[in-house]
Nanobody
Framework: VQLQASGGGLVQAGGSLRLSCAAS????????MGWFRQAPGKEREFVAA????????YYADSVKGRFAISRDNAKSTVYLQMNSLKPEDTAVYYC?????????????????WGQGTQVTVSS
């Protein structure tokens, strides 16, 4: 499956952005989808994940209550709605797909990755 992330940009603290991840090549609902981010000089970290049906979601503690992951399998697209953004949310955001439903926060479980989209939050 091929993934294309989009929607990043520059926003002020407290603002919102919605990231999209379009999947092609295989039926999207076959895959557990995740969002990860990587800030300069830091390791890639888990942000959110969603089951193939969209019925189960997971979040990192740092974004819980501010971010929401969703998917539209008819459009083969996964979304990450980011609200109340903080400067520490600044990073390149990556979407990823996994055939596994366990260890959803482990980036090594995801075989397919999008190219990343930059999110910059100014203070």
């Amino acid at each position: 499956v091929q993934l294309q992330a989009s929607g990043g940009g520059l926003v002020q603290a407290g603002g919102s952005l919605r990231l999209s991840c379009a999947a092609s090549g295989r039926p999207a609902n076959n895959y557990f989808m995740g969002w990860f981010r990587q800030a300069p000089g830091k390791e890639r970290e888990f942000v959110a994940a969603i089951s193939g049906s969209g019925g189960t979601t997971y979040y990192a503690d740092s974004v819980k209550g501010r971010f929401a992951i969703s998917r539209d399998n008819a459009k083969s697209t996964v979304y990450l709605q980011m609200n109340s953004l903080k400067p520490e949310d600044t990073a390149v955001y990556y979407c990823a797909a996994s055939r596994y439903t366990f260890s959803y926060s482990n980036c090594n479980m995801y075989a397919y990755w999008g190219q990343g989209t930059q999110v910059t939050v100014s203070s």
